[in-house]
């Protein structure tokens, strides 16, 4: 028996780190909600979503040094065997239903758009009916095969229910893990080139500010109904008057737009003749996705021009030496916003040191994913041969008592292996319109999110484990309780040992671009890629950096096309202050902004871009020396002027073919015409 102070000192140290973890998540929410007015049905099934997995990376380091200490004196923090399974308990279960009930449910109860409760369930309850008896189905099919074979009892069916969360799980884990591992020493490493993480900054700006100008006009579209319905005080409206005053007051319509009664006239073909609740439910769900989704954009929009304008402030300073970035806006980092560096200790600080520290980290980063690849690949046949296992088990041939430092690896490794996924998560497309914005997410973007957060530490846990020595392996209070669950069917046995080999289809496709390829043959992205402005190095067409680079210019100056729609009561608040704070302007020159609710194509406002960004450019190409005298023979050729006997108008004639005037003889009479009688009809001659 091991003596009590040391047992009483790792409870106070456990209790210490759920604290920590509870109040990082506490600011992580704050960061994303506004928590005064998000209700508490929402705010606790979040925070509860987002502590359990995180203290299970914690959990796991404690059952290694607790399972493996033998009777000994523990060299790590550990606590007794009945605490941890308590503890495995308590957050499994709880993840369990936060993932596959609480928050589904939640999601779509806020986003259902009815005004009662009642109704807000019911549209919750059928909206998850199909999923839920979806995976009812698959249950019922695999609880008979299990009852055949193990027979009926209640083993069995918690054995079958913990095997399908794990393999759903695991495989999405593995997945968006893959791509992580390769996505994560990438970007640290283009990073840490201030010129190209400009020009990459630029290359993506035209398809952010189009996303915005479209998320606009939808918004307005929506608000034109509304203030249709407004207008209506007889018929079935009548009955929704005070719905329809709610929806009303929200919205920014009059101050937003001052064309707001020509669009209202042409969205009224798309107000129904007899309103509804089912209609109105329906617009007030579209008009609270379309509110947040301006927002989203409008955020990010917001945090592209900082970036830039940081960046090329970086790039800037290189001549004199001194960086001073001027006034800030709530989006830049701390790094900029303190006033504790002089301006030259920042410029070292943002021109040497921090992309040494990218590149280091891009170093430390690659060398810990190939770690990973390999020691996915290699466990199911050689596990004495995995980094990871190294790294943590003292002797891997002959496993003994893990210590703290094994502890602290245990957990850098499971934290990058989770941390990977999450990066994934946020990269693909394939989710909706569902993002984190700054203070104004919404609420079924943060449920979602939530329970991604859940659903993949556990599989990623238990996936981590199986890196160790099978002694140590199973010796674990998470194996007992868990990994032995998910052997005992034969859908669990031996899936975690042979599929986490897939997991070189997701990081081949990143390291080598297939999505990029994909995207381009099936016009389909799945993950989200950034242009590459080496794909078009002059930056003219669709999306180029040169049409960025124009967007954020006007923007930086006051020009863009955004100060209308920033000037409403919504608009305002998302994005005004964050405008009215960003960075130092120049005097404004005489600019008219386009119409707002002109819905223009994609090819026409990219048209229009293209032609201001025409001008000369300043700076040179980057290139070789055959590129760059391609560039200048093309130019020769497209600036030379045309002779006028090319551009089709006519010769002028000689004088002695010409009349008296010396012009082109007038009706004909004159000059040879004196020669042939000095008449001639239509393509005859007189001789």
Not at 33 to 42: D, E, G, V
Not at 302 to 325: C, M, N, W
Not at 537 to 549: C, D, F, N
């Amino acid at each position: 028996m091991v003596s009590s102070p040391v047992a009483v000192g790792s409870g106070v140290f456990f209790s210490f780190a759920l604290l920590a973890i509870s109040l990082f998540v506490l600011l992580l929410l704050r960061r994303f909600l506004t928590l005064r007015a998000t209700p508490a049905y929402l705010t606790v099934p979040i925070f509860l979503a987002l502590a359990l997995p995180a203290s299970v990376v914690l959990l796991v380091p404690i059952d290694l040094a607790s399972s493996s200490r033998d009777g000994g004196a523990p060299k790590g923090i550990w606590l007794p065997d009945r605490v941890v399974l308590v503890l495995w308990r308590i957050a499994y279960w709880l993840i369990f239903l936060l993932t596959w009930i609480v928050l589904p449910l939640l999601g779509e109860f806020i986003d259902s758009g009815y005004r009662e409760p009642k109704d807000r369930i019911l549209y919750s309850l059928r909206s998850n009916g199909r999923y839920q008896l979806a995976v009812l189905g698959c249950g019922i099919v695999g609880l008979i095969y299990i009852s055949i074979q193990n027979g009926f009892d209640f083993t069995s069916i918690k054995a079958l229910v913990m095997a399908l969360a794990y393999v759903w799980g695991l495989i999405l884990a593995i997945y968006l893990m893959g791509h992580g591992l390769v996505s994560i020493p990438r970007t640290l490493t283009q990073n840490a080139n201030a010129s190209g993480r400009l020009r990459r900054i630029q290359a993506r700006a035209p398809k952010v500010h189009d996303r915005l100008m479209d998320a606009i006009t939808d918004l307005e579209e929506l608000e034109a109904q509304v203030a249709q319905l407004q207008r209506r005080k007889v018929g079935t409206a009548k009955d929704f008057q005070e719905w329809i005053e709610e929806l009303a007051e929200s919205s920014s319509l009059p101050e937003s737009r001052p064309m707001a009664a020509t669009t209202v006239n042409e969205s009224t073909a798309s107000v129904p003749a007899v309103v509804t609740e089912r209609y109105l439910a329906d617009l007030t769900r579209r008009l609270q996705r379309a509110r947040h989704q301006r927002a989203r954009f409008l955020d990010e929009w917001d945090r592209l021009v900082q970036s830039a304008a940081d960046t090329q402030a970086v790039i800037d300073s290189t001549a004199s030496k001194k960086l001073e970035f001027g006034r800030q806006s709530p989006h830049a980092s701390f790094l900029s916003r303190t006033t504790l560096l002089n301006p030259y200790l920042r410029y070292h600080l943002y021109v040497n040191i921090l992309p040494s520290i990218r590149y280091t980290l891009a170093a430390i980063l690659s060398i810990a994913s190939v770690c990973i690849v390999w020691s996915e690949l290699i466990k199911s046949f050689a596990p004495q041969l995995s980094f990871i296992s190294l790294t943590v088990v003292p002797h891997p041939s002959e496993p003994g008592p893990i210590d703290f430092g094994g502890q602290v690896v245990a957990s850098a490794w499971l934290l990058y292996m989770c941390f990977a996924a999450l990066v994934g998560v946020n990269d693909a497309k394939v989710w909706g319109n569902r993002a984190l914005v700054r203070r104004n997410t919404y609420g079924e973007s943060a449920c979602w999110y939530a329970g991604q957060v859940a659903r993949l530490t556990v599989p990623l846990s238990y996936n981590f484990i199986t890196f160790l020595p099978g002694e140590t392996r199973q010796n674990t209070t998470f194996y007992k309780f868990l990994g032995r669950l998910i052997d005992l069917t034969p859908l669990g046995k031996g899936f975690d040992y042979f599929f986490p080999v897939f997991i070189l289809l997701p990081v081949c496709a990143t390291l080598f671009n297939l999505y990029g390829r994909v995207k381009s043959i099936c016009s389909f992205g799945l993950l989200e890629e950034e242009d590459d402005p080496e794909n078009n190095p002059s930056g003219y067409g669709t999306g180029g950096w040169r049409e960025g680079r124009d967007l954020i210019e006007r923007e930086l100056n006051g020009l863009g096309s955004l100060g209308l729609s920033r000037s409403g009561g919504n608009a305002r608040q998302a994005g005004g202050a964050a405008r009215g704070g960003s960075v130092s302007r120049p005097a404004p020159t005489m600019w008219v902004p386009p119409a707002e609710g002109s819905r223009a194509p994609r090819s026409a406002r990219t048209a229009a871009v293209s032609s201001r960004v025409s001008e000369p450019a300043i700076e040179e190409e980057e290139g070789n020396f055959f590129q760059s005298l391609a560039h200048r023979v093309r130019n020769t050729f497209e600036t030379a002027n045309i002779p006028q006997w090319m551009q089709g108008d006519q010769l002028p004639r000689p004088r002695w073919m010409a009349g008296d005037d010396g012009g082109s003889g007038g009706d004909g009479r004159g000059g040879l015409a004196r020669w042939f009688g000095d008449r001639f009809a239509e393509g005859q001659l007189r001789l």
